[in-house]
């Protein structure tokens, strides 16, 4: 077992290309390589490969994980998409840690050259880097299990996918741009990845580029400090098809959206496709330049909604036919239920009671699955208050705290009382007069009465009703 063990270890480093360093015990070296073992079984093997196999292990200590990335670009996407995985494997084995800490290493970057890898690493790499001038600026890289046949579709994301679909397959630029919007862990950068995997099996000779909103901000500001905004300029030359995530990062960056509009606009003009995805719609972006949200607006934009439950249910059952365990209907039907907002969440959760059953050699059940979830359903089971409500109302409508409380009455501040009031009535215990009391001291008579107009409205105002739904499912993903 130990001299299993000593080879696991030295083909991690080889694999690294540098000793892993320890802390005290080579038994963390070994741990290390068991999680990258295990991660490989719930991301597939290409994305350990481009993603977890140029990180350095660093120490265990002190509850946290220290590893080393070569480039900062890399230290982000493991921090975002990969971190909270390694932990709980890490965590399942024997030296718990509570988070995962990506330091930026340049010394640790190694030479990948693809002729030096085998043809069947070639083609499961063949979409990580895109082939064109701007992939060798910008490294662009497409997460291997973020597929089409990946993506489990339903009412809330139908459309994006067929929109996806439609450019994917024809390479033809349509809808431009094409923009995503909805909340964290619905699919928008699955689709997006997607897209870029099937333009560059179908259309092998377009140049795809796909760029998280603060990597284009961090190449900006260094063409602009190196003064070679030349070589910016003249990455996006010859893209066909740019990506552009989470644009809401370079909000209140007035020379990085000064730089995008320069390139939207030149893209556009050229033909070429744009997809923005976003957690807003255009409309709602703060803090973009008002020609900026024009833009953006001005193709189709798509509304990617939270999963219902025969979504849920359907994509936990399509995560379960990929691992190594009999996952019951019960523990599917019970996480569905459980987990409403977020499919990301939904699918590191079973992904969590997957790994604790193979690492101790348990069956899955019900009964294990409350066990081992218990600290995440109590998150879930928090308890709304007033204080909450009035801080998502007031986020979002663009209105201040202090309105809650205030005596203004003009429509656009007095409306989202009516929504906060009633909200309170309906998600927490509070009385009429508790509930009057939090807005300013108001009578129970008026709490009421905002009820009253609020419940009116929500049967002859589509607007005011699919306000308040959106508002109550921001509640719930707090």
């Known amino acids: 077992m130990m001299q299993s063990q000593e080879s696991a270890v030295e083909l991690s480093n080889q694999v690294n290309g540098a000793a892993l360093e320890t802390e005290g015990s080579a038994a963390y070296d070994a741990q290390w390589v068991k999680t990258i073992s295990l991660l490989e079984k719930e991301i597939g093997k290409a994305s350990v490969t481009n993603w977890i196999h140029p990180l350095i292990f660093i120490s265990s200590k002190n509850n946290i994980l220290t590893l080393s990335a070569p480039t900062r670009f890399l230290a982000d996407w493991v921090r975002s998409h990969y971190a909270d995985a390694i932990r709980r494997l890490w965590s399942a084995q024997a030296a718990p840690v509570s988070s995962v800490e990506v330091k930026v290493d340049p010394s640790t970057m190694r030479e990948t050259a693809n002729q030096d890898k085998p043809a069947e690493d070639q083609k499961n790499t063949a979409g990580s880097t895109a082939a064109n001038a701007a992939g060798d600026y910008f490294e662009t890289r497409f997460d291997p299990s973020m597929t089409f046949d990946s993506f489990?579709?339903?009412?809330?994301?139908?459309?994006?996918?067929?929109?996806?679909?439609?450019?994917s397959q024809s390479g033809e630029t349509v809808f431009n741009p094409l923009f995503f919007y909805g909340g964290v862990g619905i699919g928008k950068t699955h689709l997006m990845h997607a897209i870029g995997w099937e333009l560059q099996e179908m259309h092998p000779g377009k140049n795809v580029v796909y760029l998280?909103?603060?990597?284009?901000?961090?190449?900006?500001?260094?063409?602009?400090?190196?003064?070679?905004?030349?070589?910016?300029?003249?990455?996006?030359?010859?893209?066909?098809?740019?990506?552009?995530?989470?644009?809401?990062?370079?909000?209140?960056?007035?020379?990085?959206?000064?730089?995008?509009?320069?390139?939207?606009?030149?893209?556009?003009?050229?033909?070429?496709?744009?997809?923005?995805?976003?957690?807003?719609?255009?409309?709602?972006?703060?803090?973009?330049?008002?020609?900026?949200?024009?833009?953006?607006?001005?193709?189709?934009?798509?509304?990617?909604?939270?999963?219902?439950?025969?979504?849920?249910?359907?994509i936990l059952a399509r995560k379960a036919e990929n691992t190594a365990q009999d996952v019951p209907d019960d523990v599917l039907d019970y996480l569905a239920d459980k987990i409403a907002t977020n499919v990301r969440e939904l699918?590191?959760?079973?992904?969590?009671?997957?790994?604790?059953?193979?690492?101790?050699?348990?069956?899955?059940?019900?009964?294990?699955?409350?066990?081992?979830?218990?600290?995440?359903?109590?998150?879930?089971?928090?308890?709304?208050t007033i204080d909450d409500i009035q801080n998502a109302v007031t986020a979002f409508y663009g209105i201040k705290l202090s309105d809650m409380s205030s005596a203004r009455r003009l429509r656009a501040v007095a409306r989202p009382r009516q929504v906060a009031m009633y909200l309170s009535k309906q998600m927490t215990s509070c009385s009429l007069p508790e509930i009057g009391r939090s807005f300013g001291g108001r009578d129970h008579t008026t709490v009421m009465h905002a009820v009253r107009k609020i419940e009116e409205l929500l049967q002859s105002d589509a607007t005011i009703a699919d306000d308040v739904d959106r508002i109550e499912r921001n509640l719930k993903s707090l």
């Open 347 to 384: 699918e590191g959760a079973l992904n969590r009671v997957v790994a604790y059953a193979e690492l101790m050699n348990l069956s899955v059940t019900l009964k294990q699955t409350e066990k081992i979830l218990s600290d995440l359903f109590r998150a879930y089971d928090r308890k709304i």
């Open 212 to 314: 998280s909103a603060e990597k284009f901000m961090y190449h900006f500001v260094r063409a602009l400090r190196e003064k070679d905004m030349v070589s910016f300029k003249d990455a996006f030359r010859n893209v066909d098809i740019l990506m552009i995530d989470d644009i809401q990062f370079i909000s209140g960056k007035k020379s990085t959206q000064q730089e995008f509009i320069h390139t939207f606009n030149a893209m556009m003009d050229q033909g070429k496709q744009l997809i923005i995805a976003a957690d807003k719609s255009p409309a709602e972006l703060e803090g973009l330049d008002a020609r900026l949200k024009s833009r953006l607006g001005g193709g189709l934009s798509v509304d990617i909604q939270p999963a219902d439950y025969d979504l849920r249910r359907r």
């Open 152 to 167: 489990v579709t339903g009412p809330a994301n139908e459309l994006a996918f067929a929109a996806a679909k439609r450019i």
